[in-house]
C-alpha cells in the first residue's frame, strides 16, 4: 500500500508536498508570534510631534490613570489598612504550664514555708501572664517594612477585635526585658531563691502569641481596592485630542493612551475578534507568499534544496519568535536583540541577495509588533544591508568585529537622522538608545558561534571551514604529502588552475579549491599504482593485467570517499572525489585489453568510473582542470598550438561523452574556460630563451 502510495504521489509531487507543509508550519509559528490584540493604528511618543492627521474621540471612553497614579494610590490605601492579628490562648498556656512545673521542681527541694512557696509561684507566673495579655508580636512582623510602619494593629480574641497601638505591644526581645527587670525585683523579696533566680533562663518560656492572619487580612485588602478607580474623568466622543503638528505632552499623552487602551480591549467583541485574526492570517500569508515568490523567480535552485528552504523558515521563525518574547516581556529594549546577525548567517551559507531579502521580510515581521515601526523597519533593514555588503566572506575572525562597528555605527547614524527629521532638535533625541545599539553591535559577534552550530545542524559548509580544510597541515592533507608526494603536487595545480578558472565563470572560488585539494586523496592508499608517484623504471602495473590495473585505478574513487567520510569531511568537498572522473574509462587499459585480446568482446563496465556526473560549476571545473593539468604532463612538445589543440580535445571528449550533461555551465562559459586554461598552460609551460654565447 505505501509502495502504491510513494509511486503515486512521485518525488516532485512529495517535494512541493514538503514544502507547503514547512511553509504553513512556519506561517502557523509566525501567526502565534502576532500581537494576539488588537493593533491601534497610531504611533505616537510623548515629547515629539504628533504625525497623523487631527485625531477626534471616536467614541467616549475613559481617561486612564497611568501606572505610578494607580500603584500610588494603592499604596495609600493599603497604608490605611489596619492589619489583623488572632490572639492564640493555646500558646499563654502551653507555656505557664512548662513555667509552673519547673517552679515546682524547683520548690519540692525547698525547706522554706509553703506561703513562701506559693508566693513565689503565683508572682512568677502572674508577671508573664500581665506580658501576654498585652500581647508578643512575632520577631517577622517588627522587621517587615510593609507591617513595621502601622501605628496600630486589630487584635481578635474568641471572635472580638479590638484595637491596639504598636508601641504598646511586646516583642520577643522587649518582653525579655520586662521579665528581667521583674526577676531582679523579686530577688531583692525572696533573697533565699537569689541562687535560684540568677540562672533562671526566662526567654524560654516566652513566645509570639499574637500571629498575623493571612486570609482576613486578603479579604480585608481585596475589598479596600475594590473601590480603587482606575481612571478620572471622560472624553466625549468627537472631541478634539490632538491636532496635526501638537508636540505630545504629558497630559496627551495620557489621552491616547486611554484611548489605545479602550481600542485593543475591544477585541472581545466576537466580530472584531474574526476580523483581527483575518487580519493576522492575511498579513502572514502575504509576506511568506512574497518570500516564496522571490525564491521562485530569483533563487530558484534554493527551490529544489530542502535543506535550505527549511534554513531559511528555521531562522526566520527563530529571530521573529525571539523578538516577540522581548517586545512581551519589555525586560529589555528590542534594540539589543542581534537583528543583523539573521542577515550575516544567512549570507555565510547562501548568497547576499538571499540575505537582504529574509532580513527584510523579518524586519516587516516584528515592525507590526513594536510601537514605533517605520523607525524600526528602517533601522533594521538599513543595517542588516550594511552588514551583509560589509562582510562579502567570513574569512577571517576580525572581519566579523569590523562588521560590528559598522552595524553600530549604521544603527546610531540612521536613528540621528531619523530623530533629526521629526523634531529638528538635538536635546530632544533618546541618547539612551545609542547604549542599546552597543549592546545589539557586541551580541552581532554571536554570530561565529552560531555560524558553526547551524553549520553542523543544516550540513553546510562555511567559508570559515573551506578555509581550515585548505590549510596544509590538515592530517589528511599532511598524509597525501607523505604517501603521495607526486599526487600532492598535481592536486595542488588542479587546485590552483580550478580556483582562477571558477573566478573567471563565477563560483565558490573556495570550494572548488577545497574540492581540488582532497579530489585525489583515495590515492594515498596504493600510492605506487599512480604515475605520478613512481620512480623511473618501476611500474607495478606490469605484474598486473589491464583489467586488475583498472579495478585498481578506479577503486581511488571509492577509497577517497571511504577516507574522507571518516575523517568528517563535509559532503559537499566529497563530492568533488564522487565526480571527478565522471563515468569515463580508464583510457590507457582499456586501449591496452582491447589490443591484447582483439577478438573478444570487452566488457565496458570494468573499465568505467562510477560517476556520478557532476551537477555544479564548481564540481565541472575541477573535473574540466584534473584532465588538462594531467594530460598537458605527456605532451612531447609544449608549445601554443599544441596546448590549444589539447584543451580543445579534452573539452571536446567531455561534451561527446556527457559528461557535461548536468553542469550549469553556459557555451559562454565554457569558451571563457577554454582561453583561460589555454593562457596558463603556456605559462606554466613557458620555455625559456636561450641566451647567446659570447665570442671574443
Known sequence: MNQHIRKWIGPKQGHKIFLAGLFLITGFALYLSLPQEARFRYEYQKGRPWMHATLYAPYNFAIQKSEQEILHERDSLLKNQIPYFIYTDSIVQRQIALLNQVINRMTSSRTNSFIKHASLKLKMTTMYLEVYKVGILDQNFINNSNLSKKSSIKILRNNVGKEIQVSSLYSLKSAYNEIRSKLDELKNLYPEWKSYLDNFQPEIYLASNLNYDQERNRQMEEKMLENLSTNHGMVQEGERIVSQGDIISANTFTLLESLRITFEKSRGENTKYILIVLGRVILVTMLLLTLYLFLLNIRRKLMRSKRDIAFILVTLGVMVICCSIVIRFGTFDIYVVPFTSLALIVRSFLDTRVAIF????????????????????????????????????????????????????????????????????????EWLKIKWFGVNAI???????????????????????????????????????????????????????????????????????????????????????????????????????????????????????????????????IDFIRTHHGTTKTGYFYQKQINTNSSEVVDDEIFTYKGPLPTTRETAVVMLADSIEAASRSLSVKNSETIRNLVENIFRQKVELGQLEYAPLTFKDIRVLKEFFHEKLINMYHVRVNYPEIKN
Do not use: C, W
Open 358 to 429: 529574509v532580513n527584510m521580510i523579518v524586519a516587516l515581521f516584528v515592525g507590526f509588533m513594536v510601537p514605533n515601526g517605520y523607525e524600526f523597519v528602517l533601522l533594521q533593514i538599513t543595517a542588516g544591508s550594511m552588514a551583509v555588503i560589509s562582510l562579502n566572506k567570513m574569512q577571517k575572525r576580525e572581519q566579523l568585529l569590523v562588521t560590528a562597528l559598522i552595524v553600530f555605527i549604521s544603527y546610531s547614524v540612521i536613528y540621528i537622522g531619523f530623530s533629526l527629521v521629526q523634531e529638528a532638535n538635538l536635546s530632544s533625541i
Open 443 to 573: 551580541l552581532t559577534l554571536i554570530t561565529y558561534l552560531l555560524i558553526y552550530i547551524l553549520e553542523k545542524s543544516f550540513g553546510f559548509v562555511s567559508d570559515i571551514t573551506l578555509i581550515e580544510l585548505t590549510f596544509s597541515n590538515h592530517k589528511l592533507l599532511k598524509k597525501l604529502a607523505m604517501e603521495a608526494p607526486g599526487t600532492m603536487h598535481h592536486s595542488l595545480q588542479v587546485a590552483n588552475l580550478s580556483e582562477m578558472a571558477i573566478s573567471r565563470i563565477g563560483g565558490n572560488s573556495l570550494l572548488v579549491r577545497a574540492g581540488a585539494l582532497y579530489h585525489d586523496i583515495g590515492k594515498i592508499y596504493n600510492s605506487i599504482y599512480f604515475i605520478e608517484n613512481q620512480s623511473a623504471g618501476i611500474n607495478p602495473h606490469d605484474n598486473l593485467s589491464s583489467m586488475e590495473s583498472a579495478a585498481m585505478i578506479i577503486d581511488h574513487v571509492e577509497k577517497g570517499v571511504e577516507l574522507a567520510k571518516r575523517n568528517k569531511i563535509p559532503e559537499q568537498i
